[in-house]
């Protein structure tokens, strides 16, 4: 390192600063400022940590000009010569000195030695490497939410390091596509995160599992989003394996689901194609939440949508023959649809809705003085039970049957006399309940009857063994999560698998296709 060297330093500075900055892709007052500081430092060294110094790049001259400063004291005050300076002395160096003065001297360089210029150096390659770290965290954090191309560097562990060019970016395995293979040099693109300061320099995080990558790859593919006019709402996936989109345009005269599509679903195949298969439905999106939940759930067609606003959940109806579509395999549709839309969805058959329909009928036929007819209207209008027909007022009867105000008043007492006695009947179960469990809880182990124990439990870890690649340690977390069926483990997400059971989202995910290619075997 010649930086610092005292025969060269003058000759050879600026072709150091232009050559380090064009290098490192550095502004020079980086470079010159690492110069300044190096120097300073130096000095230190030779001239004792507490000197008051400054250095200054001399463009004129080429030079890195180091000045100490000296406080001018009475000649028989100085303390610390390294910070005070006498009277006499200073008028010598300068003779219009008073006191109180701060005295710079110019500091001749080559006074340092070789130690000193060794440290300096480390202290320039630090400051130069500390500012293009900083640099390249500036240029990559404003690439958050951007798709960034790259080549794969290598594996560390299960991670994907990504080779930017500048900078190695790093692809979590809870961020990867699980049926998605990569090799070393592979070409890869994946959606920026998120760029981490770290020790050994920024760390950018990139996904390829992210519902924002999918979007960004719509943006580069769909003109229409790059200009605005078409946006996406929202988006939903299952990484690998399906994702639905929620589109709305801003001019009525562009249909955002064709603009997606493209011309014979030229656009929407490229999208497909990065994502090596991944099927993407295209929704129109609808500012009525009902409607959007009906559009999400396609291509299953619904009959009916109740609202609940409070619980922010819908229950949804559609006929028999739909119910395996809404549904979806593995419960995929419906869960991307709730997760699309943000409202908790409860499908239901038509045949299911009717039964519960009639049983409520049922028992408000039993209300002294409502007949079958009076609880078919008062279960069409939503209400289910004695406690909520007690509730209503008077008047609310009277213009929902056509009753007197005498017979609504007695209705509304009888309701609340059944509701009453309902209650007390669910008390006293539960007091029974409670008896039970205390007494078989009570009693040791040995004279608990072998039918109140789960003798189930070692049946469904047996069970779940039979799926290919479970052992011993997942299937018991399987059946400690509380899964009796094999059938259980895929009407979860992977996610509800893995916080119910404790395994990784990955061993999740690997538990719920196993669980899927055994259940089609069967």
Known sequence: MTLLDSSELESELRKVISGVSRDKNLDKAVIVDALEQAVVHAARR???????LEAHYNEETDEIELYQFRTVVEDDDVANDQIEIALEDAKKLDAESVMGDALGVKIDT?????IAAQSAKQIIVQKVRDAERAQIHEEFSDRVGEILSGYVRRFERNDIIVDLGRTEAVIPYKEQVPIEKFRVKDRIQAYVLDVKRASRGPQVVMSRGHSGFLIALFGQHVTEIYDGIVTIESAARDPGYRSKIAVYSKDSSVDPVGACVGMKGARVQAVVNELNGEKIDIVPYDHDPARLVCNALAPAVVSKVIVDEERQSMEVIVADDQLSLAIGKRGQNVRLAAQLT???????SESSIEEKLNDAKNVLAT???????MAELLV??????????????PRSLLRLLNLEQDQALKLIENAKVLAESQVEEEKDDDVETQELLANASARPVDEVDAGEVDTRYDERVNMFLQLSGVGEATAYALADGGYGTIGDIIADSAEEVSQKTGIALGVARTVQMAADRYLQSE
């Open 342 to 348: 943000g409202w908790r969805l409860d499908i239901k």
């Open 380 to 393: 069409q209008e939503g209400y289910n039970t004695p406690a909520e027909v007690a509730e209503l007022s």
């Open 110 to 114: 080559s006074r340092f030695g070789r």
């Open 367 to 373: 209300i002294d003085g409502l007949n079958d007819m």
């Open 46 to 52: 030779s001239l004792g940590a507490t000197s008051d």
